[in-house]
C-alpha cells in the first residue's frame, strides 16, 4: 500500500499472527536492558518521557550520532539479527544499524526528521520499520520549500501488530514524522527500524 506515492509504503501483516507474536516476546526479554527513557519537548523544555524508551544495535563498526552526540550502538540481539535477515531476503536490501522504539499509551515522538541530526544516514536514507504489539498512529507533516511544516495535508498511518513500513526517496526531505499520545490505548508499541549507516562518517562530542 502506497499512502505517500514514491515516498512511503506500508505492508500489512507483513509477519503473520505467530510470527509476530513471537518478536514480540523475543525483542521485549532481548533489548529491556538497552533502552533508555528518551525526552519530550513542551513549552521549550525538554523533560523525560516516561512513556517512550529507545536503544541502539548494528554490526559492528556503525556508529550513532544525534545533534554531534554518539549514542551506543549495540550488538545484534539473535532476534534483531534473525528480523534483520527476513528484510534483507524480502527487499533485497541489508541494513546494518537498528533503532527499537518502545511506546506506551502516554509515549510520544515529536514531528522530526531522521536525517537532519543523524549523519550517518546520509542523503535520501531508507528507513523500514517493523511494528508490533499495540497499534499506534503516525502522523506525516508536509513540509514547504524552507523546511516549515505545514499544518494541511497530514498523513496518518495506522501501524499494527505485524506491519512493515517502508520510508524512502524524498520522505525525509519533504516531511516529518510524529507519534502522537493516546492515552486511550491498551498495551505497548516495539518498533524497529532498519536503516543503513556510513561507516565513514566521522563524528565528535
Known sequence: ?????????????WLNLADSDQYFKDLTEETRK?????????????????GHRMGRWGDEGVTYSYKDT?????SWTP??????????ADLL???????????GPIGSLYPHRDGLYIPQLG??????????GAARTMT????????????EGLVDVRLEHGDLMIMEGDCDSKWHHSIAEEPEST?????????KHSTSERTSL
Open 123 to 132: 542523503d535520501k536514507p531508507r528507513i523500514v520499520s517493523v511494528s508490533f
Open 93 to 103: 536490501w541489508m541494513p546494518n544499524c537498528g533503532v527499537v522504539n518502545v511506546y
Open 140 to 151: 506525516f507533516h508536509p513540509l514547504d520549500v524552507k523546511g516549515k511544516r505545514l499544518k
Open 1 to 13: 500500500m502506497n499512502v505517500i506515492p514514491e515516498q512511503v509504503r506500508v505492508l500489512k501483516r
Open 187 to 195: 498495551g505497548v508499541r516495539l518498533s524497529v527500524t532498519f536503516r
Open 34 to 50: 538497552g533502552l533508555s527513557v528518551q525526552l519530550k519537548y513542551g513549552h521549550g523544555k525538554p523533560y523525560r518521557d516516561g
Open 70 to 74: 554518539v549514542k551506543t550502538v549495540s
Open 79 to 88: 532476534a534483531l539479527r534473525r528480523l534483520r535477515n527476513m528484510v534483507e
